[in-house]
């Protein structure tokens, strides 16, 4: 989280809040922060910890995103729906 | 549904809403209904009973505002007050409960950090789908709202009745649960998950 950190070129290996930290970069992914393109580049830089959760729960959302969202809806469903409905009118 | 009654729709207004603004999230529907309750015959009824309850409450819809986070409140109210009971579903978990329990515990970053990014892309589907089914239904459900449906915090507090503070916590708690899921399955395929840690 601190922003003050030297930029020596490489990643510092600890990061002094993870908590915080990995919240932000959530909040980021999850699209939910303002100015999040510089606060982003400026921590995947910096610091280690943040870069490898940052691209792990990309890569989470990803797999999840195309693996469990095609579920097949059985065909005779819509028409089912559409015909109650045509029954209550 | 409690919010005040708007002017009424006419006959073909309805129909126009229903066509143009309910039905096309008929896929969406039913794989949240399907994750909530691992039953394709209770999935297709939660859908059906959702779409007849939009219809008929079709007035208390404002027309232009987020059609797809108004129907997934239905059907998330109607899967607890209806189909829970019989969902075939582990015992009900009270995530009031859970989330103390889990909130009181100091995150373990440790488990976070060496699951490789690597690994999770290799998952094959019914892996990483076992792993979102074998969470708590309050877990799970805010994992399929925001990364399967990518709705925002702010739909996500409306859908589930909860403040966005909650949407968040239960969000951070659900993703390290699932963390620890696919962690498992890293160590069952052989990834090392033990390799350099970084904290």
Known sequence: MDMNEETSGARKLRCDDTSKCFELLESILDGEMDNSKEVLKDKLAKCQPCFEHYHLEQAIRDVLKTKCTKHEVPTELADCIRQKIQDIK | ?199
């Open chain 2, 1 to 199: 549904m409690s919010e005040v009654q708007r002017r009424k729709y006419s006959q073909e207004e309805k129909n126009t809403i229903f066509d143009g603004e309910f039905m096309p999230h008929i896929d969406s529907m039913y794989n949240f209904a399907y994750r909530l309750t691992f039953d394709e015959d209770d999935a297709k009824d939660l859908v059906q009973d959702t779409y007849l309850k939009a219809y008929r409450f079709v007035n208390s819809f404002e027309q232009g505002t987020n059609a797809k986070a108004w129907l997934f409140r239905i059907l998330k109210n109607s899967f607890i007050n209806e189909y829970r009971k019989k969902s075939k579903q582990p015992a009900k978990v009270d995530y009031q409960e859970v989330e103390t329990y889990y909130n009181s515990d100091d995150v373990q970053y440790q488990s976070t950090s060496d699951l490789r990014a690597e690994s999770v892309k290799d998952m094959l589907g019914d892996e990483i789908s076992n792993a979102l089914n074998s969470l708590a239904v309050d877990f799970r459900t805010v994992i399929i709202l925001c990364d399967l449906e990518g709705f925002t915090y702010e739909e996500m507090a409306k859908i589930l009745d909860i403040p966005i503070g909650t949407v968040r916590s239960r969000l951070h708690r659900a993703r390290n649960l699932l963390k620890e899921k696919l962690k498992g399955y890293a160590q069952n395929m052989g990834y090392d998950t033990d390799e350099e840690e970084a904290i």
